[in-house]
């Protein structure tokens, strides 16, 4: 077993939060504040929430505006539309909309509204051609008032799971539209969901108000406050002091899981977490020099012992991924090769790839060291040390690995200019995968796009992608779908390690926490605070 080194700053943090619980002092209680209002901890700014741009926060997106249709644990359900009707050709999708909704700002919610926001996302169609919905469009159809229907140019089995996604098809008043579009900003972000943005003071705080006039079932609290806190440290102490109530996210950004364990023995706060949600894995670069080269990019695959991490780095919180996507995944139980933990392996493929181990413990081809960089988000506490594992890792087989951490925009900049050996890589989970996050793959904003790009069959790849979202046949499209992942597998471009779970961290006075199947929302409509 290998022994985890835990920063010091954890240490500090962690004992900072116990002796100020034991010791009580001048500490702000929870009782102090209102029991009427939410205060909720992230180490991000919601930025601009516009819900046809990317640049804000999912969770607070969703909170402000809705979608047609909900993604649920049981599928699909009616949201702002109350039933919708699909055509034998599966071309056309009528949807019969709700008669009693408000925009916040007073316009009405009706077909009209609906169109003009579809037509808004498909102005800025290059942005999100990512996902492929956008592309199968081909009309929106205003039939009577409260009667939207929507045109395809093919069949697209994903449409109604896609349109319920957080982002783009959400709608937002059109008194809201510059000069009748939204791509370039909006005015306002007045929505129909059940909260409205009425402060945000940028990096520092926003205050979200409960929509009196809701159509649907109004939240239990009036307020939810986002505090900013970019240190996840701080984060932990201002729950101690009772400055917070809510830790809530779906990977190391919030909590480490170090500090999670810690907090759930102590006992003095809830503790839960989802189930799996999401694959962790990391990116191999198939167009760099090192790793473009199949057999290192299998060899990789053998030197990282995942057990180790998902035991001692993650406390057994998530399972060990054997495959990109968990066989529970739809179209995803594939029977692939397990390449588990094999040193001996690793070694074996590495010098049928010419790299030769030198007298120094590292290995050699040309002259040149096995020296490649890890690039990391600075603001996840868990890739870190995760890193570090797996430096030791390759070290015993080899190869030399840096390890770097980069702000977090700097870090997607890099995803997206495929400056990077080896990079983090969080599949988008429920109800994404796998449609819409293969989808993205096509992209060259996208890290896996940039992985994958000196792949031999790369444009057949792509071709395959798009071409099985529009197949009418499961039984094909389950075929496709093999042939997709299986190519990918057996290319060895992603090192899956774990499937990731979202975790919270609440006083117990806070009820009603629960999970939506995405990992990028929180239900706060649904929470409340018991009363003594």
Known sequence: ???????????????????????????????????????????????????????????????????????????????????????????????????DVTFTDGEP????????????????????????????????????????????KHPYYPALTELGLTRPFRFISPKSFIDGETKDGVSSYAGTGPWVLTEHKEGQYAVFTANENYWGEKPKVSTV????????????????????????????????IDSFKALEEQGQYTTDISKPV???????????????DVKVRQAFQYA????????????????????????????SDLNLEVRSFDPDEANKLLDEAGWVLGNDGY??????????SIYYNSNNAQEKTISEFIQSDFKNVGAELKIIGEEKQAFLDRQKSGEF??????????????????????????????????????????????????EASEEKRQEMYKDILSYIHDEGVYIPLTYSRTKAVYVPELKGVTFNVSQYEIPFEKMYFEQS
């Not at 919601?46 to 809705?66: C, K, T, W």
């Not at 990282?304 to 179209?331: C, F, Q, R």
């Open 1 to 99: 077993m290998k022994k985890l080194q835990i920063s010091m700053t954890l240490l500090l943090g962690l004992l900072m939060v116990f002796v100020t619980g034991c010791q009580g002092g001048n500490v702000a209680s929870t009782e102090d504040r209102s029991r009427d209002e939410i205060v909720y901890a992230s180490t991000k700014d919601i930025r601009d929430i516009n819900p046809h741009l990317y640049s804000g926060e999912m969770s607070a997106q969703n909170m402000v505006f809705e979608s047609l249709v909900i993604n649920t644990d049981e599928g699909v359900k009616p949201a702002l539309a109350e039933s919708w009707e699909i055509s034998e050709d599966g071309l056309e999708y009528t949807f019969h909309l709700r008669q």
């Open 109 to 152: 919610f009706n077909a009209e509204a609906v169109k003009l926001n579809m037509d808004a996302i498909l102005k800025n169609s290059e942005r999100h051609a990512w996902l492929d919905m956008v592309n199968e469009i081909k009309e929106n159809v205003v039939v009577d008032e409260y009667t939207y229907k929507l045109v395809l």
């Open 225 to 256: 406050k986002w505090k900013v806190m970019p240190d996840p440290q701080t984060i932990l102490l201002a729950l101690q002091k009772g400055e917070v109530d809510l830790i809530f996210g779906a990977d190391g950004d919030m909590i480490d």
């Open 278 to 292: 999401a694959s962790r894995a990391i990116l191999l670069n198939s167009n760099k020099p090192i790793t473009g």
């Open 304 to 331: 990282i012992d995942k057990k180790s991490i998902a035991d001692e780095i993650l406390n057994g919180s998530e399972s060990v991924a054997d495959t990109l996507l968990s066989s529970t995944v739809p179209y």
């Open 363 to 372: 290995r050699y081809k040309d002259g040149k060291k096995l020296e490649l």
């Open 421 to 470: 050996d080896l990079m983090y890589s969080l599949s988008w989970g429920t109800p994404y995968d796998p449609q819409s996050y293969l989808s993205s793959w096509r992209i060259p904003a996208h890290g896996d796009y940039q992985a994958q790009i000196g792949l031999d069959q790369k444009e057949w790849l792509d071709n395959t992608i798009t071409a099985v979202m529009i």
